[in-house]
């Protein structure tokens, strides 16, 4: 699996006024420490980097992955206010990631933070292999003080029809200004997508050609930050996709996973024995 996006520096502003300067962040992050710990794969990342990216983060995921980086000055940061409602503040941005070879993989998954990702190597890999697309980083603009607002992105419906899994958090999904989910996840699909998919913190709506269907999330944590969660679903998500071409287990593995994941700050090992006891008790809950 190769995953594209920029990877950050954050800093947090958590419950109780806690903060917390310069924790490792973004997709590539996150998917790498969850796809290792779990499943024992190193996964490819394309990334653009600053000079002021720490060496001790670098060698962290050079580790556990093989890593693609476009060279800048400065690393891409935000500042989370992770208390409802959630805020960001876009403080650096790194730039578009360049010189993308796709041929090193067949499996994609695209999810920029900040419109770092150009369109046509989202064209490319849909002819070379299974894409998935979370377009958060499409939808974000910067307003007043820096701070991170969602808005319309016009290639939207274009770069849909050259995606096999789209994933998309429900506050993104708004911004299409829809007002049912179940209807417009089915017009994903017949849009071409293969596995369209709306999380919530409460409930993951889903859409094939074959059905339509909710799950429960797993609830059963102890919540420090849901940060850096929708990309571990998405990477989880992805890879059994992959392997299994089977949506519902997919799903499953992905909310179970991302459950565990917000139990610490930033990209961290998830515990494989307890994500599989997750997994058994999650499946008899949600009666998959």
């Not at 190769?2 to 490792?24: A, C, P, S």
């Not at 090193?104 to 998954?109: F, P, Q, S």
């Not at 419109?115 to 007043?144: C, H, W």
């Not at 994941?261 to 930033?266: A, D, I, P, R």
Request: a positive charge.
């Amino acid at each position: 699996m190769l995953v594209l996006g920029n990877i950050t520096l954050d800093d947090f502003i958590l419950r109780e006024g806690k903060k917390y300067k310069n924790i490792l962040g973004g997709p590539p992050s996150y998917s790498s420490f969850a796809l290792n710990s779990l499943f024992g794969i190193r996964i490819g990342l394309c990334s653009s980097l600053g000079k002021d990216f720490p060496r001790e983060y670098r060698e962290r995921l050079e580790n556990i992955a093989k890593t693609y980086i476009t060279e800048r000055n400065n690393t891409t940061r935000f500042k989370i206010i992770d208390i409802e409602p959630r805020r960001m503040f876009l403080l650096t941005f790194s730039g578009e990631i360049e010189n993308i070879d796709l041929s090193i993989d067949d499996v994609y998954v695209f999810s920029p933070v900040y419109r770092e990702i150009k369109i046509k190597y989202l064209n490319e890999a849909s002819r070379m292999g299974l894409v998935t697309l979370d377009p958060q980083g499409f939808f974000r603009r910067i307003g007043k003080d820096n701070e991170v607002y969602l808005d319309t992105f016009e290639q939207f419906d274009y770069i849909v029809k050259r995606v096999n899994i789209l994933r998309m958090s429900l506050d993104e999904f708004r911004v299409l200004h829809a007002t049912n989910v179940r209807d417009h996840v089915k017009g994903f699909v017949r849009e071409g997508v293969e596995l369209a998919v709306v999380t919530s913190g409460m409930k993951v709506y889903y859409a094939t050609k074959e059905c339509y269907g909710e799950l429960p999330t797993y609830r059963k944590v102890q919540v420090v930050s849901s940060t850096g969660a929708g990309d571990v679903f998405t990477s989880v998500l992805t890879y059994i996709y992959s392997k299994t071409a089977d949506p519902v287990k997919a799903l499953a593995y992905g909310i179970v996973a991302a459950g565990l994941s917000v139990e610490k700050l930033g990209p961290s090992k998830l515990n494989r024995d307890r994500f599989w006891r997750n997994l058994k008790e999650y499946k008899e809950l949600a009666e998959i």
